[in-house]
């Protein structure tokens, strides 16, 4: 039952971060085709937002690599531990506790504002 309930909220973490780099990744190219077609200046957030987004995409793939690499539990651990120590940028920002924080946050308001809008009109 415990085993059950792990997986589950690791998939759950799974999906969430796959969402949000998904969503990254169309906020990051809507600013960037923005910029480009439209003669838009890019706001200093909006190019750290590109940033991040082209930092996440190049570490994504050498952080699936280290998943998938057939280790014990105990591997990983001590494999991310080391990384997460010496290199700490080395993470995608969407598996991050801040990022992570500030979605669990998100999701605990959004019912509330949904909640409060009874007149139809968005907050």
């Given at each position: 039952v415990v085993v059950d309930a792990?997986?589950?909220?690791?998939v759950l973490i799974h999906?969430?971060?796959?969402?949000?780099?998904g969503q990254d990744l169309q906020y990051a190219g809507s600013l960037f085709s923005k910029a480009a077609l439209?003669?838009?200046?890019l706001q200093p957030r909006e190019v750290r937002t590109i940033e991040r987004t082209v930092k996440d995409?190049?570490?994504?793939?050498?952080?699936?690599?280290i998943l998938?690499?057939?280790?014990t539990p105990v591997g990983h651990v001590l494999i991310?531990?080391?990384i997460q120590?010496?290199?700490?940028?080395f993470f995608p920002s969407t598996f991050t506790e801040r990022r992570q924080s500030v979605m669990r946050i998100y999701r605990d308001i959004?019912?509330?504002?949904?909640k409060a809008d009874v007149s139809g009109v968005r907050l």
């Open positions: 792990m997986y589950s909220q690791g999906n969430f971060n796959e969402d949000k780099f439209s003669n838009y200046t995409c190049a570490v994504m793939v050498p952080f699936l690599i998938i690499i057939p280790l991310f531990s080391f120590k010496f290199f700490p940028d959004v019912p509330d504002v949904e």
